[in-house]
């Protein structure tokens, strides 16, 4: 009998291509993702799972697939949806996409660096709503990019590639992350720093962390209090790094000028969320990685992983390497 694959939602066709022959593979249909009873529902019996970052993977899960369950692949870099723990207390390996997504995540980072320092989303909205009636020469006034100060946060593979970006535009570039990276700092001219400097001097400051209890709500009320005056905060990373009331707060009362944001906590953002009717902001349905090359990419990477673990082979990219320790 071939093994089960559930793939819980259509993902390119390059990834599929590469499972069809090593299993029976479903796919979940609908452009939603299953909700959680459904899915528990759904993976009973399988031997391996391909899951995205809207799931939520739990040990409670994991049980309900049942012991034939040999591999769990995330179509993702980041895998703080699954509980990686309970996968290893399980003997399980995660799967996740690290590298190929890098440099498509960085390029949206600075697509939303630019639009919020020359407020190019509220300029559509204004040219669309017939409100363009002659040039203004004090007119929709942003930031200036060349020379300024970009501050990252989390000096991970996309914090860097963000920061070499950077360079061509003659910026000074801070960071800040738990431990210092001479070599990675050197190659790019960066000055590593502690949060609070970071805050108080960049012009721009841009999430790279992944999201752990040590990382939800970084950007809370304290902390955007020690950001630059007419400054802007870009996240491509996790939505819950940064604590949505204090952004519209800080948003609102000018305490920083602009935010761009490709996640949010929740999402997708209610209808009725408050920064949604802010000016000031600029959002994106999370598609940091979202290119056709890249996504075809994360497709193949996460068959790999998931391949790998069907055949009991170490997986190419593992989130909990541990599980290997575990005799
Ligand atoms: C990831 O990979 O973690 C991104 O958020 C989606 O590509």
Redesign the pocket.
């Known amino acids: 009998m071939k093994p089960r694959i559930f793939v819980t939602r259509r993902i390119p066709e390059k990834g599929l291509e590469m499972l069809r022959p090593q299993a029976e593979v479903e796919v979940w249909p609908d452009a939603l993702p299953p909700d959680y009873p459904v899915l528990v529902e759904r993976v009973q019996g399988i031997d391996a799972l391909l899951c995205m ?1 809207t799931d939520r993977i739990d040990g409670n899960l994991m049980d309900a697939a049942g012991s034939r369950l040999k591999v769990i692949s995330q ?5 703080d949806n699954i509980d990686t723990a309970a996968a290893t207390e399980r003997g399980i390996p995660v799967g ?2 690290p590298g190929v ?1 890098t440099d498509t ?1 960085a390029d949206l980072a600075w697509a939303l660096l630019m639009a919020a320092a020359r407020r190019v989303a509220e300029s559509d909205r204004f040219v669309r709503a017939g409100k363009w009636k002659t040039w203004a020469s004090i007119g929709f006034l942003g930031q200036d990019i060349a020379g300024a100060t970009l501050g990252i946060v989390g000096f991970g593979r996309i914090g860097r590639a963000v920061a070499e970006r950077a360079r061509g535009f003659g910026m000074r570039i801070l960071y800040h992350s738990r431990r210092r990276h001479p070599e990675a700092e050197r190659k790019v001219n960066a000055e590593f720093v502690g949060l609070d400097t970071l805050l108080r001097e960049s012009d721009f400051v841009s999430l790279h962390t992944n999201l752990s209890e040590d990382t939800r709500h970084l950007m809370n009320e304290a902390n955007f209090k020690k950001m630059k005056p007419g400054s802007v905060l870009i996240n491509t ?2 939505g819950p790094i940064v604590d949505s009331g204090a952004l519209y707060r800080a948003l609102s009362s000018g305490t920083i000028a602009y935010a761009a944001l490709d ?1 949010t906590e929740p999402e997708p953002l209610r209808p009725d969320d408050p920064l949604l009717a802010l000016d000031n902001i600029v959002l994106c349905p ?1 598609i ?3 290119s056709h090359k890249t996504r075809s990419r ?1 497709s193949a990477m996460a068959a790999e992983n998931l391949i790998a673990g069907l055949n009991g082979k170490r997986l190419p990219h593992c989130a909990n390497p541990q599980v290997y320790d575990i005799s």
């Open positions: 970052l179509f993702a870099v980041g895998v996740n996409t997504l995540t990373a996790r996640v999370h940091g990685s979202a994360m």
